[in-house]
């Protein structure tokens, strides 16, 4: 969906930081996971100097329209990830309800086009749920308190869409091998977020990342783990 520029007060300033969001092609209907980086904010253009791919353009080279999408699901609500939300009057648009309360407090996001524009319609959620059949809902706070993923079965087996859970995938790769090791009663070489759990238990073959074009595999964490004796 584009990329912004790192501000000087992040660790990794200067470098420029892609924006990905995920089309689930369902039976059903097209699902979308994140909508781009919004517009409207001088503070915003300013301190991250957004550069913007169109939505009808990158919908348009995955084979979909606007109108074609069934449901929208935000992993959360920062400008960089929902700032298209307005283009989806009348569309679902599922997200934690402490994500969509944090958008009154000053200083979140854009609330204009992210949330009180006209027609929006938002699904709260408290936890898992399913968006249509084989597509889940899983919260994986961090980032946010509201921060969700989304779980896609396939035909290859289960797809985690992890959103900003992490920022790359190596920091992904890092906390799934140190809950491996603990779960294996060896020590382990970093803290995993509680929902690691979680995450291990579905047993993702591939993970994406909102802001890294890098992909985890899932032997990529299960080759090399030391087995007891």
């Known amino acids: ?3 912004w520029m790192a501000p000087g007060h992040l ?8 924006v990905d969001a995920f089309l689930v092609r369902h039976p059903s209907g097209p699902v979308l996971l994140d909508t781009g980086i ?3 904010m001088p503070e915003v ?3 991250y100097k957004p550069v913007r791919w169109p939505l009808d353009e990158v919908l348009r080279d995955a084979g979909v329209s606007v109108g074609e999408i069934r449901v929208v699901a935000n992993c959360h609500m920062h400008f960089d990830h929902s700032g298209n939300n307005f283009r989806f009057p009348r569309v679902p648009i599922l997200a934690q309800k402490v994500e969509r309360e944090a958008v009154a407090t000053p200083n979140y996001t854009l609330p204009g086009p992210v949330a009180e524009f006209d027609g929006a319609r938002f699904e709260l959620l408290e936890g898992e749920a399913d968006i ?3 597509v889940r809902i899983v919260p994986t706070p961090g980032h946010t308190a509201g921060h969700q993923a989304l779980v ?3 035909a290859g087996g289960p797809v985690l869409l992890a959103g900003q859970a992490f920022t790359t995938a190596s920091e992904f790769g890092f906390a799934a091998f140190s809950h491996r090791l603990a779960t294996d009663g060896l020590d382990t ?7 690691m759990a979680r995450i291990a238990k579905l047993d993702p073959i591939r993970t994406y990342f909102a802001h890294d074009l890098l992909v ?5 964490t299960t080759l090399g783990i030391p087995q007891r004796l």
């Open 1 to 3: 969906m584009g990329h």
């Open 11 to 18: 660790p990794f300033a200067g470098a420029a930081v892609v």
């Open 38 to 40: 919004g517009v409207g």
């Open 45 to 47: 253009e300013a301190m």
């Open 132 to 134: 249509v059949p084989g």
């Open 152 to 154: 896609v079965e396939t």
């Open 189 to 195: 070489i970093g803290e995993s977020p509680a929902w």
């Open 216 to 220: 985890h595999e899932r032997d990529a």
